[in-house]
């Protein structure tokens, strides 16, 4: 049994076919990550995999874990251990960053059935996530995501995803609004939490990225499909030739 | 998401109240009615002096020339004032010495109110006068306070004991010809708390008071007086609770706070009157008069309310600004649910210079209630740089609801600022999307939002308190949600 | 007083139909105001205005035709351009002036319209909804006898403005009660450029209504610059009806006046509206200016935007009510407000009431409010670069003032109204 499996997706936003037939398999400990250019529909299967609402799933199949999870909840599927760091993360006014870490990491306990974390325990899970992706403790006071920099975003998103440890997760253009210090420092807490068992589908336009974290597969998306598959190198070479080049070798 | 949203709110308005609970105590109970013969029955029950039969009878004549106000918006239906038993007391009130001697039952009460008086006594230090109907009960703590020179004590025990600081303060703040329902509690009220803090003392605890209205077709009217001397600083904390009834009570409370030079005096309250079903059957009206007066140069006054219950709220805690350089501030959470109303606010006085208050009001509206905000901001001719801002924002959870903002500045002086925003606003998709991302349903992630969202005010209530506020913002949330 | 008035209708209802033929809404309006009278200060909606001259004067309801000061044009530049209506102390200025031009654009006294298309201008007088209607308004009704018609057929685009003044000059207190109606057929788009003032002169009365219908996605910018000299005492509702896409472009400055009163009265009932009504208030002496909004959004997908500032100085009064009622089921409604004031004085006053009523839960609605002086920083700041304070202080002022006029289109009103505004600031 895979981690994920999809096959044939297609969806809709208003009505709009976005993605048109899509098949991607990902197995424990790998990492894929899917590139081409604007428009093609990166972000959309990004959040058609989580479950925002609006995305219509018209066709396919999405199985995680060997299940299919087209008809679940956002939340369900997030306790199931699906993570998606957002393109653009959401403000959350006078929620302490602190005290909405303490209700993810406990509602996914519940959900284990295992007890909230004691405060000692969880003091020291936020210090240490914190100090992989280098979140300082005047961020922790703030709340989330309220006043912070595009870069200080995507580095909490990155600590909620240590924080968290789930099995899949979907990073949506992480590096965009992250200058190249903090781009590599939040590249090696990724590759820290990289296990046999957990799973990055990583979603992105530059290479760059992939100079820091390794991917087994690069997939090129175009037109609401997957077009073309390989290795790093596929990347590279979509860096030097552009999309049309790499496409023109077919 | 919209349906689902629905029907969290649906779920929401459907909660049923929490303290709907009564206690089987004999009462003496008042005949119903009002005249002259009930003032005279509330003062001799009492045992008053002269002098406050008379205040209470001038009140009664003044408030039988004033008709009720109707400048809120509120449906208020028509109350008969003569149907109504204006006093109310456990029989046979002995005077307690120690705990033991209280009534287990009426203690018991307390315990499901979550506020023992034994157990706060000994754990939190608060000291505790709590008002059961009209009388009050059993003042805690007091020794301790007296050391200090701290009056603490029941409104009752204040005029016998300490007549020239009654007369002193009492109406002064909110005369008796004030409003109608100011001029009904001085004709009849029937307790409440009293305190003084004198010259150059800290209070080293929270003082804290607990209403509650429990016989039937009463109407309960506390009064309560709080004078902070000179470099004095007290907090101040009040909790309200009412059994479950199917009929309105009605509760008209009036609230006086005088701040002399350098002193401080901080009250909050959390109100959880009863409410009154999912179909608006029942529930407290909650007409109350709160007024505080900055009487001495850099003195301050803060209000923080958490108001949760009462059917039809009529509340705007005020202070007039008078000392140089004094500071005022008002923090409000207002939550409405099914049919409740509340027209509630707050007014600054701007008169001594270099005077500077603070408003910031949250108002939550469900269900197909309606939440008012309604405040004045006055600077006078010598309101010299003086400043307000205000931040009045509403949140709307459904599309049956009203969110109302009604501000009044008047400026007189050329050299202060005043400063007014407001917003309106539902929960974005995109916070709940986030939020259900990291793995909350619909209730804890609708919670977590409206906690954030009333952040500025709960962290303005003491500690004893912020928990309670918290856990009744999140009772009142839960079933809002599927 | 009110039986004056009364008595005053009854003896002249036969002369004032002749004027203007309305005979049965006159007879309804004054049973009406026989009813209300006229409002008093425990009116919520008239707690800032000064009405204590209503209680003791009598304002004649007939006004004497006087000879017109031609010279008058020569003063206000820049109107060559345009199409040109005067009425004066509520005439038509020309005996009956009504132009129906090749696009079938009416444009002219109100009475004379009422002659020549009774129904055309029937089935647009007095159809504002009567809860809205005070005292002064009945008045208006029974004793109105002229006022401004503006008819502009669908798909009609008319590109030079409609110029209208209103020029008041009298000395005995007369109530002068003119009627204004403007209608936009579908997809018609005008400017309305009007200048009101008065000239020197003792107590009088302007009462006027003026009606606006706007039809599916036509469009209206309306400029007007307000300057009553003398003791007017001007009370000038407008009731506006916005259908379907429609688009109200409204700017007033009120430049001066004894005491002043506009109210406008916008109604929103087809989706995707836009309304947007800007005003400024600089008062000096013992002026009273009030400005009230009601913005009533009783339909989803509209948009509204209120930008008020005021000035004051002397011992003058400024005065906002912005309300914005958004309706059950208004969804995805967006509405603004916003009211900036600066008081020059130690005596000057102002009162502001920004109030929202919201009963639906998609909308985004905001307000702002603030009184105030000028930033000292700023202040500063200028004279580090060598201005003297009162140059500093001119030059803040004025930019404060003439933020009001950014959304005007008509580029030659609106030099005309900076230019008046900063000789008013400068005289101040």
């Excluded at chain 1, 509602?107 to 325990?121: E, F």
């Excluded at chain 2, 929401?12 to 008042?30: H, N, Q, R, S, V």
């Amino acid at each position: 049994m895979k981690l994920l499996e999809i096959k044939d997706l297609h969806v809709n936003i208003e009505d709009k076919e976005i993605i048109k037939g899509l098949n991607l398999t990902i197995d424990y400990g790998e990492v894929h990550a899917i590139m081409g250019p604007n428009g093609t529909g990166k972000s959309t299967l990004a959040s058609a995999l989580v479950g925002k609402p609006g995305y219509e799933i018209t066709k396919g199949t999405v199985l995680y874990k060997g299940k299919d999870i087209t008809g679940m909840e956002p939340e369900e599927r997030a306790l199931e251990g699906i993570f998606l760091a957002f393109q653009y993360p959401v403000e959350i006014p006078g929620v302490s960053m602190i005290n909405f870490m303490k209700t993810i990491i406990d509602a996914r306990r519940k959900h284990k059935g295992i007890d909230p974390l004691s405060p000692v325990d969880f003091l020291k899970l936020v210090k240490e996530s914190g100090k992989l992706v280098g979140i300082n403790d005047k961020m922790k006071g703030r709340a989330v995501n309220e006043g912070f920099s595009g870069g200080e975003k995507k580095k909490n998103e990155i600590f909620q995803l240590a924080m968290l440890k789930p099995e899949l997760a979907i990073l949506d253009e992480l590096d965009s609004g992250l200058d190249i210090d903090s781009l590599r420092i939040v590249s090696e807490a990724i590759n820290n939490l990289r296990t046999t068992n957990n799973s990055f589908l990583i979603i992105t336009h530059y290479q760059r990225m992939l100079d820091y974290i390794k991917p087994d597969y690069v997939h090129i998306m175009n037109e609401g499909k997957i077009v073309k598959s390989g290795d790093k190198s596929l990347a590279i070479a979509l860096e030097e030739k552009g999309y049309d080049g790499v496409m023109a070798k077919n | 998401m919209a349906d689902e949203q629905n029907k969290v709110i649906k779920d929401f308005a459907a909660k049923e109240y929490e303290f709907g609970f009564t206690t089987d105590i004999e009462m003496e109970l008042a005949p119903k009615g009002l005249d002259e013969s009930t003032i005279k029955y509330i003062s001799e029950k009492k045992e008053e002096p002269a002098w406050m039969y008379e205040y209470r009878l001038k009140a009664f004549r003044h408030w039988k020339t004033m008709k009720m106000p109707d400048w809120a918006h509120l449906k208020i239906p028509k109350i008969d004032y003569q149907d109504l038993h204006y006093f109310a007391s456990p029989k046979n009130m002995p005077k307690y010495e120690s705990l033991d001697e209280v009534d287990p039952e009426l203690l018991e009460t307390f315990d499901k109110l979550g506020i023992p008086l034994e157990e706060q006594k000994r754990l939190t230090g608060v000291a505790v006068d709590a008002v059961f109907d009209s009388v009050s009960v059993k003042t805690t703590f007091q020794e301790t306070l007296k050391d200090l020179g701290i009056i603490f004590c029941s409104m009752s025990e204040a005029i016998k004991n300490y007549p020239e600081l009654v007369k002193k303060y009492l109406g002064s703040v909110v005369p008796h010809t004030d409003n109608y329902f100011a001029a009904l509690n001085a004709a009849v009220f029937s307790d409440g708390s009293f305190c003084y803090i004198p010259k150059g003392v800290r209070s080293p605890v929270e003082l804290s008071t607990y209403f509650r209205i429990n016989t039937a077709g009463t109407g309960q009217f506390e009064r309560t007086l709080i004078v902070g001397d000179e470099r004095s600083y007290v907090s101040y904390l009040e909790g309200c609770t009412a059994p479950m009834r199917d009929e309105n009570q009605l509760h008209a409370a009036v609230v006086e706070i005088i701040a002399h030079k350098d002193a401080e005096v901080k009250y909050s309250t959390v109100q959880n009157w009863y409410p009154g079903d999912k179909d608006g059957k029942g529930g407290i009206y909650n007409f109350v008069t709160k007024r505080a007066i900055c009487k001495g140069d850099n003195s301050k006054v803060s209000w923080t309310q958490m108001e949760t219950g009462s059917a039809i709220t009529w509340k705007y805690p005020s202070t007039i600004l008078k000392g140089d350089n004094s500071v005022a501030e008002f923090y409000s959470v207002a939550v409405t649910n099914n049919h409740q109303q509340a027209d509630t606010g707050t007014k600054m006085i701007h008169i001594g210079q270099n005077t500077k208050s603070t408003i910031v009001s949250k108002g939550i509206s469900i269900g197909q209630s309606e939440n008012i905000y309604r405040g004045l901001v006055k600077f006078g001719k010598n309101a010299h740089n003086s400043r307000n801002h205000s931040q009045c924002d509403s949140l709307l959870l459904g599309d049956r609801c009203g969110a109302h903002t009604f501000p009044y500045i008047d400026v007189e002086n050329n050299t202060g600022i005043v400063e007014h925003e407001a917003t309106t606003s539902k929960i974005a998709d995109e916070q709940l999307f986030y939020l259900k991302q990291r793995g909350l349903n619909e209730e804890e992630a609708v919670s977590l939002i409206v906690n954030g969202y009333a952040k500025e005010v709960l962290k303005q209530l003491p500690l004893e308190f912020a928990a309670e506020a918290t856990n009744l913002l999140s009772i009142s949330l839960e079933g809002s949600v599927g | 007083m009110k039986e004056k008035y009364v008595k005053s209708y009854k003896n002249n209802r036969h002369s004032l139909n002749k004027f203007l033929d309305l005979s049965d809404l006159r007879e309804k309006a004054i049973e009406q105001f026989e009813k209300q009278g006229f409002p008093n200060s425990k009116n919520e909606k008239w707690r800032n205005f000064d009405l204590k001259e209503f209680e003791k004067i009598f304002f004649n309801p007939f006004v004497v035709q006087n000879e017109m000061n031609l010279k008058f044009f020569n003063a206000i530049p820049g109107f060559e351009e345009s199409e040109l209506f005067v009425l004066y102390n509520g005439f038509s200025s020309f005996e009956m002036q009504l132009d129906k031009f090749k696009n079938g654009v009416i444009f002219g006294s109100l009475r004379a319209a009422m002659n020549n298309y009774p129904e055309l201008v029937n089935s647009y007088c007095n159809k504002i909804n009567k809860q809205y209607l005070n005292g002064f308004n009945s008045l208006n009704t029974a004793f109105c006898f002229d006022g401004f018609f503006l008819y502009v057929p669908d798909n009609t685009k008319v590109d030079i403005p409609f110029s209208i003044v209103n020029y008041y000059k009298n000395t005995v207190p007369d109530m002068v009660a003119t009627r204004n109606i403007v209608v936009l057929g579908k997809n018609a788009e005008v400017n309305i450029v009007q200048v009101e003032m008065s000239d020197e002169h003792d107590m009088q009365f302007v009462n006027s209504i003026t009606e606006v219908f706007l039809d599916e996605n036509s469009k209206l910018e309306w400029d007007s610059m307000q300057k009553y000299r003398g003791k007017t005492i001007a009370i000038n509702p407008v009731f506006i009806h916005q259908k379907e896409k429609s688009g109200l472009y409204k700017t007033v400055s009120t430049l001066r006046g004894h005491k002043i009163r506009n109210d406008i009265h916008c109604k929103l009932t087809g989706e995707n509206c836009n309304a947007d009504i800007n005003g400024l208030y600089i008062t000096n002496g013992n002026d009273l200016i009030e400005n009230q909004v009601f913005l009533d959004h009783a339909v989803p997908n509209c948009d509204s935007n209120q930008f008020f500032k005021g000035i004051l100085n002397g011992k003058s009064r400024g005065a906002f009510t912005g309300y914005v009622l958004v309706r059950q089921d208004s969804q995805k409604t967006n509405a603004f407000q916003s009211n900036k004031n600066i008081i020059i004085s130690d005596d000057a006053v102002v009162h502001t009431n920004p109030f929202l009523e919201i009963y639906a839960d998609d909308v985004k609605c905001s307000h702002g409010a603030s009184v105030g002086n000028l930033d000292e920083n700023a202040l500063f700041y200028m004279r580090t670069r060598g201005l003297d304070e009162k140059e500093a202080k001119d030059i803040l002022l004025s930019a404060f003032a003439l933020e009001v006029l950014n959304n005007m289109k008509n580029i030659d009103f609106k030099k005309i109204i900076s230019s008046e505004i900063e000789k008013t600031l400068l005289h101040n």
